[in-house]
């Protein structure tokens, strides 16, 4: 039987789906309900589909749906530290970090994903379910370089709101800090 790449992304728009994580200011803990407010029987043990823990106890879910285009800069990558990238048509993923591609605009040279709930905590920074945005842009020399211009944002407009990184000085351009040059492996 052949894999049906189509057939992956609708299962993707299914799985994003689902409901809502809501406070109890009364008591000060989560209340996990679908939408409809009746307890949900499929996930027993968060009570919320495509949910579960970060590292750092929070309740994280991914809502992002595929993008309806794939980034023309598909493929493996060493970026400028020796990690690995992994440019994929419907995720970008950084050494254990992955982040599901949201929106991708090839003219503007720009990607805005979903953080993953199982990427890694950095101290006490969790990014779980928050949003980033991506940056590209090329050299002279067509080398290719990008910016991770938001890593937290609380939703997927306010990551398409930062501002897209300076182009024009590869050196200080990412948020005050250099790009990343993307070597293709071989």
């Given at each position: ?32 309900t679908p939408d409809s407010g009746a307890p949900n029987s499929d996930t027993p043990d968060s009570g919320v589909p495509n949910s579960e823990t970060t590292d750092s106890g929070v309740q994280c879910k991914l809502e992002a749906t595929a993008a309806a285009t794939a980034p023309t800069i598909v493929g493996t990558y ?109």
């Amino acid at each position: 039987m052949q894999f049906n790449p189509w057939l992956g992304l609708m299962v993707a728009s299914l799985l994003a789906s689902g409901c809502s994580v809501d406070d109890d200011p009364s008591t000060g803990s989560k209340s996990n309900t679908p939408d409809s407010g009746a307890p949900n029987s499929d996930t027993p043990d968060s009570g919320v589909p495509n949910s579960e823990t970060t590292d750092s106890g929070v309740q994280c879910k991914l809502e992002a749906t595929a993008a309806a285009t794939a980034p023309t800069i598909v493929g493996t990558y060493t970026d400028a530290y020796g990690g690995t990238q992994l440019i994929g048509a419907t995720t970008w993923t950084m050494g254990t970090s992955v982040f599901h591609l949201w929106q991708v605009d090839n003219v503007q040279l720009f990607a805005i994903a979903q953080n993953d709930c199982a990427n890694p905590c950095y101290g006490r920074d969790c990014y779980g379910g928050e949003w980033s945005r991506f940056d590209w842009t090329y050299d002279a020399a067509h080398s290719l370089w990008y910016c991770q211009t938001a890593y937290a944002a609380a939703s997927a407009e306010q990551a398409l709101q930062t501002p897209a990184a300076n182009a024009q000085n590869l050196d200080t351009g990412c948020s005050g800090f250099p790009w990343s040059k993307l070597t293709p492996t071989s």
